[in-house]
């Protein structure tokens, strides 16, 4: 599986952006957002499972983010509103086998290769 992320750049604080992630092939994969900031580690984001039906998010982006996922087209999706200084960093996304939705950067197999956000105040 090869993820190809895209849709980061730099907006101001309160801004939206929305990231892109195109997958290759149609194996089942749940999918992922994570974000790793300068000098952290990778945290999760959000996360949404193969059918779509479920979908997790870290608590401080709840109510801000959305992710979606276009099977047809293998693609997912993380909408971001009212955008935050503290939400910069390099967005990844993830690729986990299975149909249910995962949280933890282990249980992915596949990443793409990041795109920057940052916010500005």
């Known amino acids: 599986v090869q993820l190809q992320a895209s849709g980061g750049g730099l907006v101001q604080a309160g801004g939206s952006l929305r990231l892109s992630c195109a997958a290759s092939g149609r194996t089942p994969y749940a999918m992922g957002w994570f974000r790793q900031a300068p000098g952290k580690e990778r945290e999760f984001v959000a996360a949404i499972s193969w059918s779509g039906g479920t979908t997790y998010y870290t608590d401080s982006v709840k109510g801000r983010f959305h992710i979606s996922r276009d099977n047809a087209k293998n693609t997912v999706y993380l909408e971001m509103n009212n955008l935050k200084p503290e939400d910069t960093a390099v967005y990844y996304c993830?690729?986990?086998?299975?149909?249910?939705?995962?949280?933890?950067?282990?249980?992915?197999?596949?990443w793409g290769q990041g795109t920057q956000v940052t916010v500005s105040s």
């Open positions: 993830g690729a986990a086998p299975g149909i249910m939705a995962y949280t933890y950067v282990r249980q992915y197999d596949y």
